[in-house]
């Protein structure tokens, strides 16, 4: 099995989602307002915002690049 780069696109989300489970954690870093925007938008859907979201993607964003590099376009 060859791994392919992945798209540009692939690694902005992955640093975007990592970004925002980043700040949501708030281990590191906090970032008020992108905190309280993601969690208006969120609370739309019905997706509760916590520590456990906030891993999830903090998760999510290697897996995408690693799925985005043995997965031929995405």
Do not use: C, E, H
């Amino acid at each position: 099995m060859k791994p392919n780069p992945p798209y540009m696109a692939t690694v902005v989300i992955a640093v975007v989602l990592m970004l925002i489970g980043l700040s949501l954690d708030g281990t590191l870093f906090a970032i008020a307002a992108l905190n309280d925007v993601v969690a208006n938008v969120l609370s739309t859907v019905g997706i509760a915002v916590g520590q456990g979201f906030a891993r999830l993607l903090i998760v999510a964003s290697p897996t995408l690049l690693i799925v985005g590099s043995l997965v031929r376009g995405l």
